[in-house]
C-alpha cells in the first residue's frame, strides 16, 4: 500500500457523461500528478498540481480539468466523456514540486469504462 | 521534441538468466531517468532511477546505465526470478514532468 488513496475503484458510465476520480494523496506529500493508462497509449502524463496550484501541463485534453483542494487532495473531472476515454487513471504523490526530487507513489487507479 | 523510446516491447527469459530493457530519448531531456515497474492489476512502483552525472547505479540485482553521448538508458536484471514478470517503464524528465516509455513486458519461465 503506497498511502494513496482513489476512489472510485471502478467507473462505469455513458458517452457524453460526466465523472469526477478523487485523490488522496500520502499524508505530508504536496504534489498530486494524475496519468491515463490505455492499452494503446501507455502511461501518459496528464497534470500536476503542488500545494493547490497548477504545475506543469501534459496532453490533457479541454474536456478535462482538476484541481487541487486545501486538503490537498485532488479531483480530475472528465466531461463529454467518450469511448476512447476508457482507461486506467492513476494519481500519484510526492513531497516536492521538481519531479526530480522525490519518488512518486501511484494509487491503486481508477477504471473508467464509457460505454 | 519529448519522446522516449522503449524496446524490446515484450522480452522472455529463462529463470536465472539476464534481462536488458533500453530507451533513448530526446534532446530535451534533462537529468533523471527513472524505471517503474508494474505487476499485474498493481500499481506502478519505482525501482531504481539515474541523474546525468553518473552512469550506472546498482542495487542488489537491478542496475540502470546511462550514456548521455548516445542519449540512451538501460535496465538490467540479474539472475531473474518468476516474480519479476510484469510490465517494465522507463521515463525521462522533460521540464517538470515525467514523459514515459511504452512498456515492456517481461516473462520470466520457471
Known amino acids: 500500500d503506497s498511502g494513496v488513496t482513489q476512489t472510485p475503484k471502478h467507473l462505469i458510465t455513458a458517452t457524453g457523461q460526466r465523472v469526477t476520480l478523487r485523490c488522496s494523496p500520502r499524508?505530508?506529500?504536496?504534489?498530486v500528478y494524475w496519468y491515463q493508462q490505455s492499452l494503446d497509449q501507455g502511461l501518459q502524463f496528464l497534470i500536476h498540481y503542488y500545494n493547490g496550484e497548477e504545475r506543469a501541463k501534459g496532453n490533457i485534453l479541454e474536456r478535462f480539468s482538476a484541481q487541487q483542494f486545501p486538503d490537498l487532495h485532488s479531483e480530475l473531472n472528465l466531461s463529454s466523456l467518450e469511448l476512447g476515454d476508457s482507461a486506467l487513471y492513476f494519481c500519484?504523490?510526492?513531497?516536492?514540486?521538481?519531479?526530480?526530487?522525490?519518488?512518486?507513489?501511484f494509487g491503486p487507479g481508477t477504471r473508467l469504462t464509457v460505454l | 521534441g519529448e519522446n522516449v523510446e522503449q524496446h524490446p516491447s515484450t522480452l522472455s527469459v529463462q529463470e536465472g538468466d539476464s534481462a536488458v530493457i533500453k530507451c533513448t530519448y530526446s534532446d530535451s531531456a534533462s537529468n533523471y531517468f527513472p524505471w517503474y515497474k508494474q505487476e499485474l492489476g498493481k500499481r506502478p512502483q519505482l525501482i531504481i532511477d539515474i541523474r546525468s552525472n553518473v552512469g550506472e547505479k546498482k542495487d542488489q540485482r537491478i542496475a540502470v546505465t546511462l550514456n548521455k553521448t548516445a542519449k540512451h538508458f538501460s535496465l538490467h536484471i540479474t539472475e531473474t526470478q518468476p516474480e519479476d514478470s510484469a510490465v517494465y517503464f522507463c521515463a525521462s524528465r522533460y521540464g517538470n514532468k515525467l514523459v514515459f516509455g511504452a512498456g515492456t513486458i517481461l516473462r520470466v519461465k520457471s
Open positions: 499524508s505530508g506529500d504536496l504534489s
Open positions: 500519484a504523490s510526492s513531497v516536492a514540486s521538481l519531479v526530480d526530487r522525490n519518488e512518486q507513489f
